[in-house]
């Protein structure tokens, strides 16, 4: 009964490589979120979406493209991956989205670049 | 633009009582969040302020000040558990995604 789950939990991957993120909510929740959190453990925003539509997209290269096939999904695809990716990946989630709302978040997912 | 500025460590004793402070400059002003972080965790939600004053629940307590743009989290009868990030956050001007502060970490000991 999970609400917000990532998958994998752990990645270690080679520069260059492309990998995804996965990430479900099992909440009805209408508003999905991506985060990232660095090795001095500062959380930031990076894509936020509302009902599979993209609210939010911060200053993030390129190379990181979200996709939302349903409003219970999110994933996280990240083409040629760099050192600097090394972090933890948060996704989370809000009912509609109000800035009054809870986020509930996901274990994180570790990702290791080598 | 936005800034949230938080003390990066704390110690303190079981038992005692710890105050962390957070103070916040916004372009428009849509609440003040605290969420706690254990080691290697989620994020969890833990207070919202939206009004001035004192918001209290059970041992956890959120102040807010909005004229002073200063935020506190009052921790009561500090247990071993309580050992965690404290992350204080505000709504982006927009009212759309949280930008949180560089967090607080509290280490309690015996």
């Known amino acids: 009964d999970t609400a917000v789950s990532q998958t994998p939990k752990y990645l270690v991957t080679q520069m260059g490589n492309d990998k995804s993120i996965k990430c479900e909510q099992n909440?009805?929740?209408?508003?999905m979120y991506w985060y990232k959190q660095d090795s001095k453990k500062f959380l930031k925003i990076m894509f936020s979406y509302n009902n599979k539509e993209l609210i939010i997209n911060e200053t993030v290269p390129n190379r990181f493209s979200p996709k939302s096939p349903d409003k219970a999904h999110l994933n996280l695809h990240i083409n040629s991956l760099e050192l600097g990716d090394s972090a933890v990946y948060f996704c989370a989630s809000s009912p509609t989205g109000g800035y009054q709302e809870t986020q509930y978040f996901g274990p994180g997912t570790r990702l290791l670049v080598l | 633009g936005q800034n949230i500025d938080q003390p990066t460590e704390m110690t303190a004793t079981e038992g005692a009582i710890v105050q962390i402070n957070c103070t916040y400059q916004t372009s428009g002003f849509n609440g003040l969040f605290w969420y706690q972080q254990h080691a290697g965790e989620a994020p969890t939600f833990l207070s919202y302020n939206v009004l001035d004053g004192l918001e209290e629940k059970g041992r956890f307590s959120s102040f807010l000040s909005r004229s002073k743009g200063y935020s506190y989290l009052l921790l009561k009868e500090l247990q071993m558990k309580d050992s965690a990030s404290y992350l204080c956050a505000a709504m982006n001007q927009a009212g759309t995604a949280l930008i949180f502060g560089k967090g607080t970490t509290l280490s309690v000991s015996s």
């Open positions: 909440l009805g929740h209408d508003t």
